[in-house]
């Protein structure tokens, strides 16, 4: 427990003094969303009514741009090679890594898109409901997204390679982001979308490690 | 004793009997798809309200069924690569791969064709096309990250991975792709491919869609037979490159 600890305390401290990735990647979700009524049109109202799509959207892009960095940097200077070799079981460095990414990109991500909501015309009354459906849904982003790093570690021109075989694996994560937003702030307030969310989430914390694993352990041999 | 898988596991004999059952199987593929079509155009009535487009059912639906056959068997591929170690496992994966893409492509190009005059346009996010060009994606996935990894033994196991990965996501994403579109249900309805189908439309559906699988059998048969030939040259050319890295050492001393 207290390696893991360790290892997730590493992360988030790289990640803060690095700083570089953070701020491109609200930087990029900040310029995708300006693109956009740059390139439809500033009808407000065709704004509002695409707001939590387009916000899912730039947020799915802009964490796959700081996915390539979870494993390649410890990879290149060799630290990968010694947490392998150590006391904590791959799965569990491949979740700690994981999880200092949806600490440091996911939830800052989550928690700026109100404010670029206000770009696009938000209906205010979801802006707390897209909030909640973001911060549940991006430990999914960060850890399926993990899997995608760990396959294209060692592959050539990686970043575009990690955003073709990631994004079809959002798929689910994107459509039922936005069911639950839909389901929140429709009649009744249906939850139902967005427990299922929390199961895709929850399940790829699980399994996301294990295939993650299995690639860094072939690549490391 | 050796058991039949293991007698077959052997690359060897896999060429040795690959050379003999290929021309028959290429030639019972020719001979089902030419009945199938001769039904197909001929013999399978115009449907009372598509008319004779109904016909490109014959070629889109045995395609589509193919698609998703064909990511099975490579996934079965990875798992016997990953578990078993089986020697041939890696070659059929990275056969099936393309054919399989291209019979996933064949049936997003034939059902937007068939699209057009039936449903008044050429593509439409309904849940099942979704689903198809998800798994169209999911196979570039595999043949990028297969082409992007230069070390062989490397690439053969993380598209395994991948490939597992992928079949366990598939029913996932399918299901999502349905649930989303529900939400948006578009007014048209779909009445192609109910399965109360009339025998005189199901008749050839079936003679193609078997001649279908026959010719993916071919084909994935003389995709891993060129594989194995071509891994064995890269081996004679390294071989090569030794001898005459190991004859200049010899020369300078």
Known sequence: ?221 | MQTITQRLANPTRFMELSARLLPWVAGVAGVIIAYGLYLSFFVAPPDYQQGETVRIMFIHVPSAWLAMAGYALIAISAFGLLVFRHPLADVSAKAAAPIGAAFTFLALVTGSLWGRPTWGTYWVWDARLTSVLILFFLYLGLIALRSSIEDETLASKLTAILALVGIVMLPIIKFSVEYGNTLHQRASVMRIGAPTMDPSLLQPLLVMAVGFTVLFVALHMKAMRNEILRRRVKAMQLAEVERAQAGQLAAAE
């Open chain 1, 1 to 221: 427990m207290s390696a893991f600890l360790a290892l997730l305390g590493r992360d988030l401290r790289l990640a803060v003094r690095q700083g570089g990735a953070l701020g491109t990647a609200l930087g990029f979700y900040m310029l995708v969303v300006t693109l956009l009524p740059l390139g439809l049109g500033a009808d407000l109202n065709l704004l509002s009514r695409i707001a939590p799509g387009v916000l899912w959207i730039a947020l799915l892009l802009a964490a796959l741009l700081s996915l390539g960095r979870v494993f390649a940097s410890d990879y290149e200077d060799g630290s990968l090679d010694i947490l392998a070799t150590g006391t904590l079981p791959m799965e569990l460095v491949v979740t700690a890594k994981a999880l200092a990414h949806w600490i440091s990109t996911g939830i800052p991500l989550a928690l700026m898109a109100p404010v670029l909501g206000l770009l696009l015309n938000l209906e205010i009354g979801a802006y707390p409901v897209l909030v909640a459906t973001m911060l549940v849904g991006t430990p999914a982003v960060s850890f399926i997204g993990a899997v995608g790093a760990a396959l294209t570690l060692r592959a050539y021109r990686g970043g575009l390679l990690i955003a073709l075989l990631v994004l079809p694996l959002y798929v689910p994560t994107l459509i039922f982001g936005m069911a639950s937003i839909a389901a929140l702030l429709g009649p009744g307030g249906v939850s139902s979308p967005l427990l299922i969310l929390t199961a895709i989430s929850l399940a790829s914390v699980i399994l996301g490690p294990l295939a993650a694993a299995a690639a860094l352990r072939v690549q490391m041999q």
